[in-house]
């Protein structure tokens, strides 16, 4: 194939891909620079294209320019997050990744590929303003929001009043807390019980769930970010200064990626931190609780938790037991379920009869309190002016339990026909998520044809 030829593919290529992208020779003249990559600088493609780098971006300062880096010192820049001001004054936000090209040795090329990702960064702005606000201590003739406190950790159970006596010792020191507890068995209530009974019971208690963001996000979040490369920067706070004085709940800390991790050992080994594209240390006065929902020796097995880290963390260890080892809890937690339920529903259920009783003992709970608690909740709301619940109230959801029947199917609860309709709609509903929307790829997936899915999405109203 002729050289034009190739730069003809590599134009049309540039063209379609859908990403930002920007090229360099080496001499430092743009040789690609697509609409996407203008849009997204908001410039003319025709003041980049062909010209040195230099002059069309003159207003950024060497050093800080990725291509440049790349360029000159043959070092790849990759996911780099910038939030700046483009000329028009609105606030963008974008994630670059920025690579030298080698041949035999030379540096001839730089690219650039960039990302927008302001409606992300929006999203997770508001998620760090709605927990600002939810949590910060309350102000007199504020609502009350959902606080908890030991008191509101029932159970008389050995081992788990050995783990409350410890959770309170901890609160009066500060100490970093590892939770390691099944889901549903208390380990956001613990976190809290622990902060509001301590020194910083003042001070903010912010969570952040490390599996619910994208990696990208994440270290921003937690960190805080400062201006990029570019003119007119945004400078953010993360979680660890808006906490400042009081506690951050890290939930699914194994779910953090493993670079993040080490340099949250850093962090907490220093006591300072540096927001991402930032240059100044920051001092932390932050107290760490972090939790996870399988066992630490098995999730340091599988890499997904760093040792160290869990060394660090690890100083007081909260281990709650699953409610199926703790059954002689059942008759007190039933009761404060009831009641706080007949208070919501405005019923007068008194009590479970022996027999439901027997059937919500004979339940193995892989959800915990919080199954159980959705249990009584229905249960109550089911009843009608009944004061004692029955068997027949207690229904145990097939969700938790795989091994119910086959594919969890209760003829009980549906025909066959709305069964199977439900887990083709559910089955359909993941593939569209799994491929983003995507129906060719989705098809393919599924190995159907394109129009007897779009067929079909149109039935479920999908
Ligand atoms: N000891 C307890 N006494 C009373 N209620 C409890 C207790 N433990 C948990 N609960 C209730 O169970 C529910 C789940 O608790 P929580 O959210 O703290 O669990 P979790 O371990 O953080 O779960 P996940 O891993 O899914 O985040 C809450 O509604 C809470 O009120
Ligand atoms: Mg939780």
Not at 87 to 93: A, L, P, Q, R, S
Not at 245 to 250: E, H, P, S, V, Y
Not at 440 to 456: D, N, P, V, W, Y
Request: glycine content about 6%; some cysteine; hydrophobic content about 35%.
């Amino acid at each position: 194939m002729k050289a034009k030829d190739y730069q003809k593919i590599l134009h049309d290529l540039s063209n379609i891909i859908g990403e930002a992208v920007h090229v360099v020779d080496a001499r430092g003249k743009t040789i690609i620079y697509n609409e996407e990559m203008a849009s997204l600088e908001k410039t003319n493609r025709e003041d980049v294209l062909g010209k040195p780098f230099r002059e069309a971006f003159s207003s950024i300062p060497l050093e800080e320019s990725t291509l440049c880096r790349a360029l000159q010192q043959n070092k790849p820049t990759i996911h780099q997050q910038q939030t700046y001001l483009n000329k028009y004054g609105k606030e963008i936000t974008t994630l670059n990744s920025t690579i030298p090209v080698e041949v035999d040795g030379q540096v001839i090329a730089a690219i650039e590929i960039g990302k927008d990702i302001t409606e992300i960064k929006s999203m997770s702005d508001t998620i760090l303003k709605l927990q600002r606000e939810n949590l910060k201590p309350e102000e007199p003739g504020k609502p009350e929001i959902k606080r908890y406190n030991f008191k509101n950790l029932i159970g008389e159970n050995r081992d788990f009043k050995q783990v409350l006596e410890l959770a309170k010792r901890a609160a009066k020191t500060d100490a970093p807390v590892f939770i390691y507890g099944e889901t549903g068995t208390g380990k956001e209530l613990f976190a809290q019980s622990i902060h509001f009974a301590g020194q910083r019971k003042d001070k903010p208690f912010l969570a952040q769930n490390c599996a619910a963001l994208p990696e990208s996000l994440l270290e921003g979040i937690l960190f805080g970010t400062e201006k990029g490369g570019f003119t007119g920067a945004v400078d953010r706070a993360g979680l660890f200064e808006q906490a400042s004085g009081g506690t951050l709940l890290l939930d699914e800390i194994s779910a953090m990626p493993y670079e993040l991790q080490s340099k949250l050992l850093r962090v907490l080994q220093e006591d300072y931190i540096r927001r991402v594209g930032g240059k100044k240390d920051i001092p932390i006065d932050v107290r760490i609780i972090a939790t996870v929902n399988e066992s630490p020796k098995s999730l340091i097995e599988s890499g997904a938790l760093r040792k160290d880290l869990y060394y660090r963390l690890n100083i007081v260890n909260i281990t709650i037991p699953p409610l199926r080892e703790r059954l002689d809890d059942l008759p007190r937690l039933v009761d404060s379920f009831l009641e706080k339920h007949n208070r919501k529903y405005g019923k007068e259920v008194w009590m479970v009869s022996d027999g439901a009783l027997e059937k919500l003992k004979n339940h193995s709970y892989p959800g915990n309190i919080r199954e159980l608690e959705n249990i009584i909740m229905s249960a109550v709301s089911l009843a009608d002016r009944e004061h004692v619940l029955t068997e027949t109230h207690i229904r145990i959801q097939d969700a938790y339990t795989e091994s119910a029947s086959a594919f969890g199917y209760d003829p009980k609860e549906a025909s066959l026909d709305e069964f199977l309709k439900n887990c083709e709609e559910q089955i359909l509903r993941k593939s569209m998520v799994d491929n983003e929307g995507n129906i060719s790829r989705a098809a393919k997936e599924l190995g159907i044809k394109r129009q007897t899915l779009q067929h079909k999405l149109k039935r479920f109203g999908l």
